[in-house]
């Protein structure tokens, strides 16, 4: 055996024998390296029955984690098998998909060059030559900037990209009531990165861009009245972030308030509120399986409380893929209206790009919204960070911040005043990005230039896509997907203009059922449902969340569609089913 262990098997044992690695650890960091449970705890010297209770899982320890956690010990098992085995993981635990925009990323790339063609040639005319310096540029002013550019599409428009970035352009200069020598300079300005994002909220260009595309996405074409101003952010992570921070600071939401949360929802909107930052009392609202994971009416009740500050929830919903529709939306919405008009709604609505018919809290009760969007899944951008607030001007939270006691104004006056000499007049939008950046570096905040710049050719591409061309693409990909799980499952494949079918939410109660009737589901539904996913990674190199770690059913699981292609999918569904048999082996019934 110690001819055939890793060296740093070895160094970790001993850091384990003298106490500084736990046994749990050391025993994954074993497993890694292909080492069985037996192995690993004689490293460590222990007896059969130690190795047995040091390799036994903590079930009730485990479902006290995030998902996301377990999910990194799921890839750890599935990690040892393929080590035995020389297979390979098929991790459908991860949100990220695997497709992606193109396009704006090709006239993101020719725009940048633009930007520092420019910024060499006004290098030249400073020194009094005709050709540009090496290396270095000088930033170019807006002056005669459309027409330059004008001019280097015409020499480049063979280019990749530059078809598109030139239609991009023109409909920016066309349509958004701008200088297009200002549009142009905000835009390549911005993707040189070479100046601190000025305004620091967000560009102006970037917000009539954004706000056109978010009128599309989130309003289908028919945003409510009144103006919502936008703050550009690193995505919908910082994006929740900053609001619960600010709604805080503000005295918005305090320690002890409630918040409602749609479940079944993405594990870290659960864990936010309640954290000793916030001190928020969480009253679930649940969605109905049996109504499609719409929201009942007893549910929808529990917002009358005037107790309840804020509604808190991801429309279409992770882990569901289900959109809210306009039943539920409206009976939401006439609830608040009679009985908490002033009640916050927080909605991430990241999953709005993907499906047929989407309905918002926004276009009914637009003053009440604080809405968060990404771009990180319908272009595949997780990584760039691109997220926005939209806040309405006439939002409640300015008139629940002015109707504060005169000492809590005096205190938020104080917070403020570094930045303006009239510090109550500020604006929940404004305020936000002061915080952001803890009011007093509020002078250097805002997502950076580049970013925003992505942001306006993601949005662009969008609006210039008149016939929904890439969305049908992309939705085909994940109806795709969506059969041949649900075909090797040997399920009904759910359907309808609400689903964004980006994730699967599996009720494996339902499925032991449909499979091998319900005495062996009930047998089944009292084992541990953690134990199933490991499993499913011991034997079958396959990771999958717990639906219980979502709030959703105890027995379920997810599977991440956008991640893996048709053939996995089929795969995770076998699988699936392979365990469920095992398990009937087992247990009888």
């Not at 995030?66 to 599935?78: Q, T």
């Not at 701008?178 to 917000?207: A, H, K, S, W």
């Not at 539904?525 to 990771?543: D, I, N, P, W, Y």
Request: hydrophobic share 45%.
């Amino acid at each position: 055996m110690t001819q055939k262990t890793h060296p740093f098997v070895h160094e970790a044992a001993v850091v384990a024998r003298e106490g500084g690695l736990s046994r749990r650890e050391f025993f994954k960091y074993a497993a890694c390296f292909g080492l069985s449970a037996m192995s690993a705890g004689q490293l460590l010297g222990l007896t059969a029955p130690q190795i047995a209770l040091a390799a036994a899982q903590d079930w009730k320890g485990l479902e006290q984690e995030s998902p996301f956690e377990i999910k990194n010990l799921l890839i750890d098992k599935a990690q040892a098998a393929c080590a035995k085995s020389g297979c390979t993981v098929l991790n459908a635990g991860r949100g990220n998909p695997d497709f992606l925009n193109t396009t704006a990323r090709k006239a993101f790339a020719l725009l940048t060059l633009f930007a520092a063609t420019a910024a060499e040639q006004e290098g030249a005319k400073r020194a009094g030559s005709n050709e540009p310096a090496r290396d270095i540029g000088y930033r170019r002013m807006r002056d005669g900037l459309a027409a330059e550019f004008a001019a280097f599409i015409k020499v480049h428009r063979s280019q990749p990209g530059a078809e598109f970035l030139e239609r991009a352009m023109e409909y920016a200069t066309r349509n958004l009531g701008m200088d297009p020598d200002e549009v142009v300079f905000q835009l390549t300005d911005g993707v040189q990165g070479d100046f601190y994002p000025d305004p620091p909220r967000i560009f102006p260009v970037t917000e009539a861009i954004a706000m056109r595309y978010l009128d599309r996405v989130v309003f289908s074409g028919k945003p409510p009245a009144g103006k919502f101003s936008l703050f550009a952010t690193e995505g919908a992570t910082a994006a929740m972030i900053y609001l619960f921070n600010s709604l805080r600071e503000n005295m918005v939401l305090n320690p002890g308030d409630k918040v409602a949360i749609v479940t079944p929802v993405f594990s870290p909107y659960l864990e936010l509120p309640v954290l000793a930052d916030y001190g928020l009392e969480p009253v679930y609202i649940r969605c109905s399986e049996e109504a499609g994971w719409q929201i009942p009416d007893a549910e929808a009740a529990k917002l009358a409380d005037p107790g309840v500050k804020a509604l808190y929830m991801v429309n279409p919903t992770n882990p569901t893929s289900v959109s809210l529709n306009a039943d539920t939306v409206g009976r939401m919405a006439a609830v608040i209206k009679a009985h908490n008009p002033d009640m916050i709604i927080i909605s991430d609505t990241v999953y709005a790009s993907f499906v047929d018919s989407f309905h918002t809290f926004g276009s009914v009760l637009p003053e009440n919204i604080l809405g968060v969007y990404s771009y990180s899944k319908y272009f595949g951008v997780t990584g760039w960070r691109l997220g926005l607030v939209m806040v309405h001007e006439n939002t409640v939270v300015d008139r629940i911040i002015k109707r504060l006691p005169s000492k809590e104004q005096a205190r938020l006056d104080l917070r403020y005043r570094l930045t303006s000499t009239r510090p109550e007049s500020i604006t929940f939008i404004d305020r936000l990005e002061m915080d952001s950046r803890q009011v007093a570096l509020a002078h250097t905040g805002g997502l950076s230039g580049p970013q925003q710049v992505a942001m306006c050719l993601f949005s662009l591409f969008e609006l210039l896509d008149e016939k929904f061309a890439y969305k049908k693409a992309i939705m085909d990909i994940l109806r795709a997907r969506w059969a041949a799980l649900y075909k090797a499952l040997a399920l009904p494949e759910p359907t309808g203009d609400t689903l964004t079918r980006y994730y699967a939410l599996i009720n494996l109660g339902t499925l032991a059922e449909q499979r091998h009737g319900k005495p062996f589901a009930d047998k089944l539904t009292k084992e541990h449902s953690l134990e199933f996913l490991f499993r499913l990674a011991e034997q079958h190199a396959t990771v999958c969340l717990p639906g219980g770690g979502f709030a959703g059913p105890d027995w379920s699981l997810r599977v991440a569609l956008a991640n893996i292609d048709e053939q996995a999918c089929a795969s995770v569904g076998r699988s699936v089913l392979a365990v469920l048999d095992g398990y009937k082996q087992e247990l009888g019934g």
